[in-house]
């Protein structure tokens, strides 16, 4: 599909409108040249900026033609930033206007394109706006059905309920420990994850500078009596290392860190149930940590091996029953809609032998082709569902936790995300993740340690500040102590904004 845009000259605005008609067809070009020749579509615009921005979009397709038009106030004092964001979402209206009417489809989430939906409405309700005036403005800027408004709210509200002083969390941090390591590497994988097997001393080096991270930032938050929220070890799998190794890292946790006693949460991402051990478990309870995530993603022993992940499908169910006979008591499952051969029958089964296990949270992913996958670059090897299939396992999958006590508690959408769904986590009550809900709401920084870890440094005005800590685990080697002391630099200086502003 060739779509060629008229009357729009500034090249910021491609890729949006080009992540628009990704929702709308398959593989999609569009142009904001003069004239494309081959083009399907052929879209002009009328762009209007004064006080407030007036677009108008006429839509010509085989000599059908439709038409929308959109103003919106441009308030004074707007930074040339902020302004176009406004002209910008002004032209998306308009443009996704005219895509619903020629093609018929309904994009439930409207113009977003965006990671976070709910963080929208958490910024309108801080800001003092009632939940309807919120709704409303959901609904006219940017175009949201009513039923992923409802569901946006549902979420917010039980965030709140969970996290109550949420918007007050900036003055705290979440930790993230990245293991960069994994039994054998899965075909969909884009995290930093490398086969374990043969690199012992590769994993030695890399957990000594783990462990002088933790102290190196255990030592500021301690002197600047900043406390923890959550902490989470994810990865690679961080139970791919032995359970002595994880012994000496989560003493390292509580000799470093501030008050663990204290801290509201800590999970240890145990997704590959092939890594799961009698010993690793009674490592987890010694330092009083119960909550786990035990990924199945498929109960479907053919898809397990196409996406290659080595183990089977007993071997999941085993891991969880030992993991509930030593106690763990809050224990996460993941299942992936949209894997390569599975449709409906598949997905129901999956959900049924969840009915057996019962796990206190279930998140369900839509597969989406991420960019650096095995699966993307192969992607004509892999059957994956229409989808039509895809929207019925999600509402399969919604009407399924429903009925049986689980509510979402928060989502997030992927680009290029099959059917333009959305991924969403489910828990049973009181069993929400709150690192989840950092993660997502962006209301507290995030510090990395460890391979691959993204850290979210967050000032008191909202704004992002995003760091990397590197993927490789010889880079990290080389250079974790640089990335220890540029971390601790950003760290003095939005904590220090923030005491000073406060
Ligand atoms: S278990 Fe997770 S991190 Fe490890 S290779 Fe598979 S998808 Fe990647």
């Known amino acids: ?41 052929k879209i002009d615009f009328e762009l209007q900026i004064g006080a407030k921005v007036e677009v108008q979009a006429v839509l010509q397709q085989n000599e059908q033609s439709y038409k929308a038009f959109y103003e919106k106030d441009l308030s004074d004092g707007l930074m040339e930033k902020e302004q176009f964001k406004v002209i910008k979402n002004a032209v998306a209206h308009v443009y996704l206007s005219v ?23 958490h910024k309108s309700l801080q800001q003092g706006l009632t939940k309807e005036a919120a709704h409303q403005k959901l609904k006219s800027d940017y175009l949201i059905t009513d039923e992923k408004i409802e569901l946006m709210q549902a979420i917010v509200d039980r965030q709140l309920a969970v996290v109550p002083d949420l918007y007050e969390l ?21 995290f930093p994850a490398y086969a374990i097997n043969g690199r012992q001393g590769s994993v030695n080096s890399f957990l000594g500078g783990l462990h002088f991270e933790m102290r190196k930032l255990g030592e500021w938050l301690k002197e600047n009596n900043v406390k923890i929220t959550t902490v989470y070890y994810g990865g690679g799998t961080p139970t791919s290392i032995t359970a002595e190794e994880m012994d000496m890292l989560y003493e390292e946790m509580y000799t470093s860190f501030p008050d663990v006693e204290n801290i509201r949460e800590i999970t240890v991402e145990a997704g590959r149930p092939d890594t799961i051990t009698p010993e690793k478990l009674s490592v987890l309870k010694k ?34 029953d030992l993991a509930r006979q030593m106690g763990m008591n809050n224990i996460n499952m993941d299942l992936i809609i949209g894997l390569p051969g599975e449709g409906v029958a598949e997905f129901q089964h999956s959900l049924d032998e969840t009915e057996k296990l019962m796990p206190e949270s279930l998140t369900i992913h839509t597969l989406s082709f991420k960019r650096a996958s095995e699966m993307t670059r192969n992607k004509s090897r892999y059957k994956v569902a229409s989808r039509e299939e895809i929207v019925e396992m999600m509402d399969l ?75 490789d685990p010889k880079t990290y080697n080389d250079s974790f102590e640089e990335y220890t002391n540029k971390k601790i630099a950003i760290l003095n200086e939005i904590f220090n904004k923030n005491v000073l502003t406060k």
């Open 1 to 41: 599909m060739y779509i060629h845009i008229n009357g729009l000259k500034d090249e910021r605005f491609a890729r949006p409108l080009q992540l628009i008609a990704n929702l709308f067809f398959e593989e999609t070009s569009i142009s904001l040249e003069e004239e494309m020749g081959k083009a399907n579509i």
């Open 99 to 121: 895509l619903q009417d020629c093609t018929k489809m309904v994009q439930k989430w409207g113009i977003l394109t965006g990671i976070r939906p709910t963080k929208l409405l």
């Open 170 to 190: 900036g003055k705290e941090v979440s930790i993230y420990i990245g293991i960069p390591f994994c039994p054998t590497k899965c075909a969909y994988c884009t």
């Open 287 to 320: 330092w009083k940590i119960d909550r786990i995530s035990v990924n199945p993603q498929s109960y479907t022993q053919e898809t397990l091996k196409a996406i290659g992940r080595h183990h089977t499908v007993e071997e999941t169910i085993n891991k969880f």
């Open 397 to 471: 999958g919604e009407k399924w936790t429903k009925e049986h006590g689980y509510a979402p508690y928060y989502l997030y959408r992927q680009k290029n995300i099959l059917g333009n769904l959305e991924n969403v986590g489910y828990s049973l009550p009181n069993q929400e993740s709150i690192y989840n809900i950092m993660i997502m709401e962006e209301q507290q920084t995030i510090i990395g340690l460890g391979c691959g870890a993204a850290s979210k440094f967050i000032d008191q005005d909202g704004k992002i500040n995003h760091f990397a800590n590197p993927k």
